[in-house]
């Protein structure tokens, strides 16, 4: 028979268990479904307050399993799509009660083999396990105890990253979960020309995706899937590192200046980006078929360094080389253009 107060087994995570009190709390607007999405920023506090985005996934992901794929009978008079809270709680092995408190947001303290239960319960892929998980963490984790990062005005590649980045001769570079572009290696500022184009610094694909439609429509010719990944990619760093700043402005901003984004954030999805093939326009060379790597870099947390290549001889193969010869004409061309602007130099005798 269940406890009233729920499982009090398994390993806690190891995470400090303050309380929420006496907070002086700012609110920045992003959205939901109907309602602007409350990312909440708190000073003078010991923990953060992610109850609303818990309780935004927690059941957002129940309403799309339905009993049957739980395999519990269909019932009748249900009046809203998916499980209810209590064959959640049933799958779980756990109180009603307690399942409804998690799903309230209240994660605190909450011991990993919990966490898991709700997972294997609500039947979640690996990207949304690990993003759970990150909301466990984040709920109990002190900001002075978040993994100190550099911002994206501070950050400078050390020589032999920029060394690496040259010796590949394919398009690379280097990103962040705001997803600014902060070095690339020269194939890849031609590969993301139109991204470049854009004044602010650095270069962002979000904003690109988001708030240069023209450009990246061209660039992206399934957009609509780019659009879908680049939300899910954002959601997943925001719940991974919920104190930054810059991300919950570059949220706030995007939910402001384009629906598209605002409806995407809304339905909660993550995404773990490491491989797979994406089709690009270029506008110098065409259409592209590229497969992709990415891979974190381990002495610089919350960076990843993502490569593109094409299959060796096929038409995109050919299209790259061709992109690589335009690229160096480029940059021949603007050396020229500096030289002749700064003018001859004179040996000092």
């Not at 979960?177 to 020269?186: E, H, K, S, T, V």
């Amino acid at each position: 028979m269940f406890s009233s107060i729920g499982p009090t087994v398994g390993r806690p995570l190891n995470i400090n268990q303050s309380a929420r009190r006496g907070a002086l709390e700012r609110t920045v607007e992003t959205c939901t479904a109907n309602t602007p999405f409350r990312l909440r920023a708190r000073r003078n506090v010991e923990v953060v307050d992610n109850r609303d985005e818990v309780r935004e996934f927690l059941t957002s992901r129940r309403a799309k399993i339905t009993p049957e794929q739980a395999g519990l009978p269909p019932g009748s008079k249900r009046r809203v799509p998916g499980l209810r809270r209590g064959e959640v709680a049933l799958l779980a092995n756990m109180s009603v009660e307690y399942y409804s408190r998690l799903e309230r947001g209240s994660l605190g303290g909450v011991s990993e083999s919990v966490i898991d239960a709700v997972a294997k319960a609500l039947q979640l892929d690996e990207a949304e396990r690990t993003y759970l998980f990150d909301l466990a963490r984040a709920a109990n984790r002190s900001p002075e105890a978040r993994p100190r990062r550099k911002t994206s005005a501070q950050w400078t590649p050390r020589p032999s990253l920029r060394h690496t980045l040259d010796a590949i001769s394919a398009p690379a570079f280097v990103r962040n979960g705001r997803m600014d572009i902060l070095a690339a290696n020269q194939f890849g500022h031609a590969f993301y020309s139109d991204a470049f184009a854009a004044p602010e610094r650095p270069a962002n694909l979000a904003r690109f995706a988001f708030l240069d439609v023209e450009r990246a429509g061209r660039f992206y010719p399934n957009w609509e899937a780019t659009a879908d990944i680049t939300v899910a990619i954002l959601r997943t760093e925001a719940g991974r590192d919920p104190h930054d700043k810059a991300l919950h402005d570059l949220i706030g901003e995007l939910s402001t200046r384009s629906d598209e984004f605002r409806i995407r954030w809304a339905g909660h999805n993550v995404r773990l980006h490491g491989s797979g093939v994406k089709r690009f326009h270029h506008a110098v060379v065409g259409e592209l078929d590229l497969a992709y790597e990415s891979m974190e870099l381990t002495t610089e947390p919350g960076l990843t360094l993502t490569v593109y290549t094409a299959e060796p001889a096929s038409p995109s193969d050919e299209r790259l080389r061709l992109l690589a010869s335009w690229s160096t004409a480029e940059q021949a061309n603007r050396r020229s253009s500096e030289s002749n602007t700064t003018g001859p130099t004179r040996d000092v005798p």
